[in-house]
């Protein structure tokens, strides 16, 4: 197991109607003038909005609101929320919603005490300050609650890049998991392989003895795979409550630290969603299974291990490769079983557009990821095997 810091300090609010102790929590955390950050409208249709701003009304705390984030959210709401947060002197951002506006909140929250463009801090730039974020979340999927990373789209050429730092985590997240029933079953299977997702970008690591992180991540998965037929077809409860959880901690790096971990597919994904607009997680379901064949002989146990332990295909010692396609054609299944698209064409993605998305991401001379270090050449082969 490789050194590590670890510093995981989100307040979590879990359970039925927590959202109604917002107002509490955000004097709890400091803020006095606060942006209620929101999405294209879900929020108001439930009614969550109107109680959100009551309960922070009850405790006399000063808002101003900003809704409009699209899902892939883009720069140009961050300039104005930026604006906005510098006008009106605002101390405090509430996101109300799912990644998008968690991500669009946290990019606020960072131009807000910074001259310069937010974008520098997209483009490789250390982040050092950000106004306190914290979340009230209503899909799960990203991990934004959790996490420290956000991801915007820039106009100016659509560059969907993600920038990462410790003071991005969220001070509080609310996680009330009845919230995530409204949503329709393509998008609650798209968090679902976004979750997962972000379990597999670790897992397969060229880190040696990580036994605990192994193990965590495969418990992850399989309390995934378990749960997500109940919440699909039924929204059961405890199952939505479980699969809200896991979102979170797929991605806030409990299962992460002390492995070298890879980023490659959610990198060739965010090209995706960049150019078709389509959603992370689908783009994902495409991405993964591509990548996993390309370089699955750069360690075929490990793909072997994944596919007994994940997946309960049986180890087949004369041949583990044989094994390992199993494990791999087993998720394609799964995804296939949710409502997912796992090629280029039920995309609606185009073969023709490889050399575009390949150049977009302007890898040059470098590598992506790090499980195996993939050349350009390399992702448009990934690429054309998702097609
Ligand atoms: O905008 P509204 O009207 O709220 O509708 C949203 C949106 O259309 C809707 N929705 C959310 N909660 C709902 C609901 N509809 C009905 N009932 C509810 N309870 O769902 C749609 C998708 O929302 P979005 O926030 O885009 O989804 P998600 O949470 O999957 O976020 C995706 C974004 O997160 C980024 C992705 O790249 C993508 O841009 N990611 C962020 C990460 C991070 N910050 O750590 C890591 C991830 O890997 C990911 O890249
Ligand atoms: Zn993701």
């Not at 106009?155 to 969907?160: A, C, F, I, V």
């Not at 979750?195 to 998965?221: C, P, Q, W």
């Not at 494990?327 to 050399?355: N, V």
Request: contains cysteine; aromatic residues 10%.
């Amino acid at each position: 197991m490789n050194n590590f810091n670890f510093f995981s300090p989100t307040y979590f609010a879990f359970g039925k109607e927590r959202e109604n102790e917002a107002g509490k929590l955000v004097k709890r955390f400091g803020g006095t003038r606060v942006l209620i950050h929101y999405g294209g409208g879900s929020v108001i249709k439930s009614g969550l909005l109107d109680r959100v701003k009551a309960s922070l009304s009850v405790e006399n705390i000063t808002f101003t609101e900003l809704g409009g984030v699209v899902p892939n959210p883009r720069s140009g709401l961050v300039y104005k929320g930026i604006e906005r947060c510098k006008n009106e002197k605002i101390d405090f951002i509430l996101a109300v919603g799912g990644g998008s506006v968690i991500d669009s909140a946290k990019a606020i929250a960072m131009g807000a005490l910074y001259e310069g463009d937010f974008w520098d801090f997209y483009q490789g730039r250390q982040i050092e300050k950000a106004l306190p974020v914290a979340t009230i979340l209503t899909i799960s999927a990203a991990g934004s609650e959790g996490s420290m990373g956000s991801v915007i789209t820039h106009e100016n050429g659509m560059l969907k890049r993600a920038a990462n730092n410790e003071v991005l985590r969220p001070v509080f997240s609310i996680m009330n998991p009845e919230l995530t029933a409204s949503l329709p079953d393509y998008q609650i299977a798209c968090g679902i392989t976004d979750m997962m997702a972000h379990v597999m970008e670790r897992y397969f690591t060229n880190t040696k003895n990580v036994e605990i992180s192994d193990r965590l991540s495969e418990g992850i998965l399989l309390a995934i795979i378990n749960e997500a037929p109940k919440a699909l077809t039924i929204r059961d409860y405890d199952a939505l409550a479980n699969i809200m959880w896991a979102g979170m901690v797929a991605h806030n790096d409990t299962s992460g630290i002390g492995r070298q971990d890879d980023w490659s597919s959610h990198q060739m994904e965010h090209e995706l969603s960049a150019l078709y607009d389509v959603a992370h997680g689908a783009g994902l379901a495409v991405m993964f299974p591509a990548w996993m064949k390309y370089v699955m002989h750069h360690d075929v146990m490990r793909f072997a291990q994944f596919a007994v332990r994940v997946w309960g295909c049986e180890m087949d010692f004369q041949n583990p490769e044989k094994t390992a396609l199993q494990g791999i054609q087993r998720y394609e299944q799964f995804m296939t079983s949710i409502g997912m698209p796992i090629r280029f064409s039920q995309l609606g993605a185009k073969a023709e557009d490889i050399p575009t998305l390949v150049k977009t991401m302007g890898l040059g001379k470098n590598t992506l990821g790090s499980f195996v270090k993939l050349t350009e050449e390399d992702v448009r082969k990934i690429y054309e095997l998702a097609v």
